[in-house]
């Protein structure tokens, strides 16, 4: 399960658009960030997750999260400030076997698209081309039709699908989506037969009575998922503060749980940062992403890592690229790797969250005020022709860097202990055997 949401511009303190999402998948999935730069193609065809498409003659430089048995991407921006997330959604309408999976269309549009518009327009027209489909679990069989926001500098799109059809809407000021279909009896634009279809299985009587929202949605799935709930959440959120949303708000939202004193053995389907526990608390967020989309030189914030309430936000800059870091995880725990050296981390807290969480907290913060202040400076030099891509690059070298060597300390400093849940003890002790997590 996921969460994405956006602020335009009229909406934020600083005026410029902010993106963000949550990918919530399954707890040993391990996320990629990778940084692929502007191509020039003579293939034919480019091999998607399940379906092969033909290719561009270019490519543009995109920064993308994606799991690591996938082609597509769970979020990603490009070289343009053209940021999108995914949602998965449940539906009325038939899953394929094969086709095009949320993620493919998300790595398409970024790769072929300048604006929020035209990669709004490109995943319909491949939607509609070539279907959505395909097993989208990775130990697990998942399949799931899907909700976008597509954002710019400048403007922003939720586009909601069931299967070949569609509706979207163009952002006003602050926009959330979840694990459920939100649009109901209003968008601006629609796919050709959406109400005659639903009239004609019986899920409304006339275009009167037509919602999109509750004739498609498969109200079992969509209830377990809590996608109603976590949307409800956020939305408020950011309602309540148009005008001053900044990046530090947006953090907190990303970062946050349905109660206070929480700990991972509480966890609920309801967090926004959720935390894997069970049967009915499958997903983890695995990967966490916020942009700052300013019209020129944008600054993305990644986690590169689980669990975004105890992981650090780095700062990079698609001018200057990645670190020559693991960035690209392994299926199983690996020392040499960030995202594994702070899932270690993590498992090692379970049993005594409640008390190692005000120590990471305090470092992460920390980090976070010092490196965002660099990065509001540098990027102002670089506007201003004071400095290069060269010491933006040594900004996210040092912000991983120093992200990395605290949660190796941190993790080989903390005790390991047991949570006073059975449950919850066996059900990560599962886990960690079969990703060869061993403390």
């Known amino acids: 399960m996921c969460d994405t949401l956006v602020v335009i511009g009229n909406s934020t303190k600083n005026g410029e658009t902010i993106f963000a999402k949550n990918s919530d998948r399954e707890p040993n999935e391990p996320q990629a960030l990778e940084f692929y730069p502007r191509m020039e193609h003579d293939e034919e065809y480019v091999k998607c997750t399940y379906v092969l498409v033909p290719q561009v003659k270019e490519t543009y430089a995109i920064l993308i999260s994606r799991p690591i048995w996938m082609w597509g991407a769970e979020m990603g921006v490009n070289e343009f400030g053209l940021a999108i997330g995914n949602e998965a959604v449940f539906t009325k309408e038939r899953n394929l076997k094969k086709g095009l999976t949320g993620m493919d269309l998300l790595r398409l549009a970024l790769e072929r698209c300048k604006s929020a518009k035209e990669a709004l327009e490109l995943i319909i027209n491949l939607l509609e081309k070539y279907g959505q489909g395909g097993n989208c679990g990775f130990r697990s069989r998942m399949y799931y039709h899907n909700s976008f926001i597509i954002a710019d500098p400048k403007e922003a799109y939720v586009l909601e699908t069931a299967g070949k059809y569609w509706v979207s809407e163009r952002v006003k000021n602050v926009r959330s989506i979840s694990n459920a279909l939100t649009i109901e009896n209003k968008w601006d634009l629609a796919s050709k037969g959406l109400i005659e279809n639903a009239i004609e299985k019986g899920w409304c009587k006339d275009d009167k009575e037509f919602n999109f929202a509750k004739c498609y949605s498969d109200k079992l799935y969509t209830y377990f998922s809590k996608g109603r709930n ?176 605290f949660e190796r300390s941190f993790c080989n400093e903390a005790e390991a202990r047991k949570t006073l849940n059975l449950f919850f003890e066996l059900y990560w002790k599962k886990w960690n055997s079969e990703a060869k997590i061993s403390f």
């Open 230 to 405: 976590r949307h409800k959440y956020t939305q408020k959120l950011l309602e309540k503060k148009i005008g001053e949303i900044d990046l530090n708000y947006v953090k907190s939202i990303m970062r946050s749980h349905h109660i206070e004193e929480f700990i991972p053995a509480k966890g609920s389907m309801e967090d926004i940062c959720m935390h894997a526990g069970g049967i009915t608390r499958p997903s983890q967020t695995t990967a966490s992403y916020i942009g700052q989309l300013f019209k020129e030189i944008q600054v993305h914030w990644f986690t590169a890592t689980s669990t975004p309430c105890i992981s650090a936000y780095k700062p990079v800059f698609i001018q200057a690229g990645l670190p020559n870091l693991k960035l690209t995880p392994s299926e199983f725990y690996d020392f040499s790797s960030i995202w594994w050296i702070h899932e270690k981390m993590y498992r090692k807290m379970l049993g005594s969250f409640k008390e190692y969480f005000p120590m990471v907290k305090e470092k992460i913060d920390s980090m976070e005020t010092y490196f965002q202040k660099r990065a509001e400076k540098l990027r102002d030099n670089l506007l201003d022709g004071k400095t290069t891509p060269k010491e933006l690059r040594k900004l996210t070298d040092e912000a991983f860097s120093t992200s990395v060597e």
